[in-house]
């Protein structure tokens, strides 16, 4: 990275989340990725998701309770957010920890996959 920012002079005075949110899109814009807003729903929709699993209740009334959005809203967003370069650069623990996921469901056929299971 140290070597991006020597050949790029307007790149030190960025901060590091700043360099990162900066080399997210030019990577979204190369691959052709769409990006989405991200917004302060997509914040707390990021941080239900990082920690739903420490307190006890189904996650799908906890969905609606906390978040105020119907399970199939929330989804919908966390699958676009999965794919989201803003998210990768809020979250990348988070993000690469569900883009494993959705590759081992798809790989195996796990319910959330939505293939038979082998």
């Known amino acids: 990275m140290s070597s991006v920012r020597s050949r790029h002079p307007a790149l030190v005075s960025l901060g590091s989340v700043a360099f990162v949110r900066l080399v997210a899109q030019a990577v979204a814009d190369v691959a052709g990725l769409r990006t989405v807003e991200f917004t302060p729903e997509d914040v707390a929709l990021l941080a239900f998701e990082m920690s739903w699993w420490t307190t006890p209740g189904a996650k799908v009334e906890r969905i609606r309770s906390e978040l105020g959005m119907p399970p199939s ?15 990768l650069a809020h979250d990348p623990l988070l993000i690469r920890r569900l883009r494993r996921r959705r590759g081992y469901d798809d790989e195996f056929g796990t319910p959330a996959s939505g293939r038979p299971h082998r």
């Open 73 to 87: 809203r929330y989804y919908k967003r966390l699958g676009e957010l999965i794919d989201s370069p803003e998210a």
